[in-house]
């Protein structure tokens, strides 16, 4: 009991206190941070922190995206010890509104608008390699149309609307025949 | 001055009354096909509204009844333009009757099978990244340039032909509705038959009946590779291209034979189509259904020898499983007994048969109904039977028992159908139809059902396909359309070609031009 009168061991209190983790502090407020890597994805990172500042850990968070449906649930996770969790989007995905919902309610939330990016070149190359087998994925399965297909197409589908044009000139002849007989085109 | 309108023999006479006559049964008949029609529009307002959730389609099942009816009207769609220039090449007098039939079928079936992929996507305000974000890479868009190049071809391969019975029926309609007569003036070409005019007909006709031959047979195969393209067990097949084409001049000829049979009957056209083109076109059939089934044999024989494990589940799904009885339909009851009906009521000892007294049709079918009256109602008027009778004990027949009296049916209606054989014909032709349907449905639902990857953690009922209400209203108002143009295209154009037909009258010996090329009558003996 003597101990307590002793302004010192007040002193001592207030400061473990302040030293002692935030463990078991209340959310506050979600923090959002994007980053874009060179291969076209897009790292979202959420920090949970309490009124202090202070990270909060083992909070649960949802990562939602919007889409024209409405929001689409993307990651359920919660924090680390350091109070954040991520998550990754893919290079093709389209820009929008990336939310999270912290806290066991969901009722602390933040948003960010993840702007366009550009997508990365393919990394297959289309042409005379491709078609010999050179490429990872060779053929038709190339990402671009391929020389020798675009030109086999072209012969085909050329060749028979040209013959629907040289069938079209003989109709047309048919009835310029009907209208002046004897009179050539 | 107007043209004198040339003389009509009595039967051609016949011919022109189809086009004006239009007595209640055919208000009635296009009156329930409109009313079909509009309820498939309701319930395709109903999926436009809601999305594809009120369909069966789901997930793993992105095709399903949709694609089905796609699949079988461009098979169908096959025949017209294929058949009918294939018999002009090599001179096939007997054709000339019902090549316009069939190459109003493709034209009719071809427009219906072209919907149907835009209403199976859902959004059809999407319909332009087809080709605005189309890959020249997949057999989806080739599949959009093979159609759109048939139906341009096929329309050409229609019209051409009709130029001079167009030009008949300006001069003939010259008195008759403005917008009859002003129609065929402008498809007419303004054609007077001159030699020069004639000389174009042939030559276009000429480039056309060999052009579309490719074409024909290249739409099908870029079909059976939307399928083919992918690895998926009952898909991956090397000669998918070849099946399906096989597959779609089988359902496509019989489709013919059921038009010939209901154009004759409503048009009183027996003078142009003779019992001798149903037997022509029966041979036509039965040659076509034992390429088709050859195919099939090997398409099969192939994955279920070895039965993979990947493909197992797949394989017992079709042969004893979910899709059992569907695919045995459709071989037995869409391929074997057709062909069966086409060929056995020519042998000679099929008369002897209605000697047998069990085998007397009256008799035979009156005791089939009976017993069939006695197990349904026997239940509901004495309770104590119930477990003997009712629809569920027709259903668990055993399957010998079933088999038993199907053949003794068939042998008891042999007599009959050798008596009639164009009712032979015609039922054989519906039985392909129907089978040649549900066999598309057997390709494409049961791969699906069965991934290499097994369905997981699908809400309950994802993983099993069933088409709703929505998918049959508008599978229905698509057949209904497809009749529905094809009953007006014979309305406003005669449904059998009158100059050709002249023709055939005229010139008797062999011609050289695929235009007005001769290979026999239609009514000499069959070999």
Redesign the interface.
């Known amino acids: 009991m003597r101990l307590l009168r002793k302004p010192s061991c007040y002193t001592l209190l207030l400061v473990a206190l302040l030293v002692l983790p935030a463990e078991g502090a209340e959310p506050a407020r979600v923090l959002l941070r994007t980053r874009a890597a060179a291969d076209g994805t897009v790292q979202v990172t959420a920090t949970v922190v309490d009124a202090r500042g202070a990270p909060v850990a083992e909070v649960p968070l949802v990562f939602k995206r919007r889409t024209a449906f409405g929001w689409l649930t993307l990651l359920e996770t919660s924090t680390g010890k350091d109070g954040t969790a991520q998550t990754t989007l893919g290079a093709g995905a389209a820009p929008g509104e990336i939310a999270v919902e912290a806290g066991e309610d969901g009722t602390i939330r933040a948003a960010v608008l993840v702007e366009r990016r550009k997508a990365p070149p393919p990394v297959i190359r289309p042409g005379r390699d491709v078609l010999r087998g050179l490429s990872p994925q060779p053929g038709f399965i190339s990402p671009y149309p391929v020389p020798l297909q675009v030109t086999f197409f072209g012969a085909i589908l050329g060749g028979i609307w040209a013959t629907y044009g040289y069938v079209a000139w003989l109709l047309l002849r048919i009835r310029r025949e009907g209208n002046h007989p004897g009179r050539p085109l | 001055m107007p043209r004198q309108p040339d003389p009509l023999s009595p039967r051609e006479r016949v011919l022109l009354a189809s086009l004006t006559a239009a007595g209640p049964g055919f208000c009635a008949l296009v009156g329930a096909l409109l009313a079909v029609i509009a309820w498939g529009i309701i319930a395709y307002a109903v999926q436009l509204r809601y999305g594809l959730g009120v369909t069966g389609l789901r997930d793993n099942f992105m095709w399903g009844v949709y694609i089905t009816n796609f699949v079988f009207f461009i098979g169908v769609s096959h025949v017209g333009a294929l058949m009918s220039a294939i018999l002009r090449i090599t001179g096939a007098e007997w054709r000339r009757p019902v090549t316009r039939m069939a190459e109003a079928i493709t034209f009719a079936s071809l427009l219906m099978g072209a919907l149907m992929p835009f209403v199976d996507m859902g959004r059809p305000d999407r319909i332009l990244n087809l080709l605005l974000h189309g890959?020249?890479?997949s057999p989806v868009l080739?599949d959009i340039?093979s159609i759109g190049?048939y139906l341009?071809?096929s329309t050409?391969f229609l019209y051409?032909p009709m130029?001079p019975d167009i030009a008949l029926l300006r001069d003939r309609f010259a008195g008759g509705p403005a917008w009859r007569h002003r129609l065929y003036a402008l498809l007419?070409?303004?054609?007077?038959g001159?030699e020069?005019?004639r000389h174009?007909?042939e030559?276009?006709m000429g480039?056309?009946a060999i052009?579309i031959i490719p074409?024909a047979v290249s739409v099908h195969t870029v079909v059976s590779w939307i399928f083919g393209m992918t690895l998926r067990a009952g898909w991956n097949s090397t000669i998918f291209g070849p099946y399906f084409v096989s597959g779609a001049l089988f359902s496509g000829a019989a489709a013919v034979v059921t038009a010939m049979a209901a154009f004759r009957w409503a048009y009183h056209l027996e003078d142009y189509i003779t019992e001798a083109h149903f037997r022509r076109m029966g041979y036509l059939v039965i040659a076509l259904g034992m390429i088709y089934a050859y195919f099939t044999f090997a398409e099969y024989i192939t994955p279920s020898y070895k039965m993979a494990a990947a493909e197992r589940g797949y394989l017992s799904a079709v042969f004893s499983g979910q899709f059992a009885r569907l695919f045995w339909f459709t071989q037995l009851g869409g391929v074997l007994l057709p062909l069966l009906l086409l060929t056995v009521p020519r042998i000679a000892w099929v008369p002897r048969l209605a000697r047998v007294p069990i085998l007397r049709p009256v008799p035979a079918l009156a005791t089939l109904a009976t017993s069939v009256l006695v197990l349904l109602l026997l239940p509901a008027i004495l309770p104590r039977t119930a477990a003997l009778g009712g629809f569920a004990a027709i259903r668990q027949l055993p399957v010998w028992i079933v088999a038993a009296l199907g053949g003794w049916l068939f042998l008891t209606l042999l007599p009959v159908f050798r008596q009639r054989p164009i009712a032979a014909a015609v039922v054989a032709s519906l039985l392909v139809n129907v089978g040649a349907w549900l066999k598309r449905f057997v390709i494409i639902v049961p791969t699906l059902q069965y991934p290499f990857l097994p369905i997981q953690r699908a809400p309950v009922g994802w993983a099993v396909y069933r088409p709703t209400w929505v998918e049959w209203s508008i599978t229905a108002g698509a057949l209904a359309g497809f009749v529905l143009i094809y009953l007006l295209f014979s309305k406003v154009f005669p449904i059998v070609s009158i100059w050709e037909t002249r023709e055939e009258g005229r010139h008797p010996a062999p011609a050289s031009s695929p235009a007005g090329a001769h290979g026999g009558a239609a009514d000499a003996p069959a070999p």
Request: hydrophobic share 60%; charged share 5%; aromatic share 8%.
């Open positions: 890959r020249l890479q080739w340039l190049t341009t071809g050409l051409v130029i007419a070409l303004g054609w007077n001159t020069a005019q174009h007909l030559r276009i480039v056309m052009l074409i």
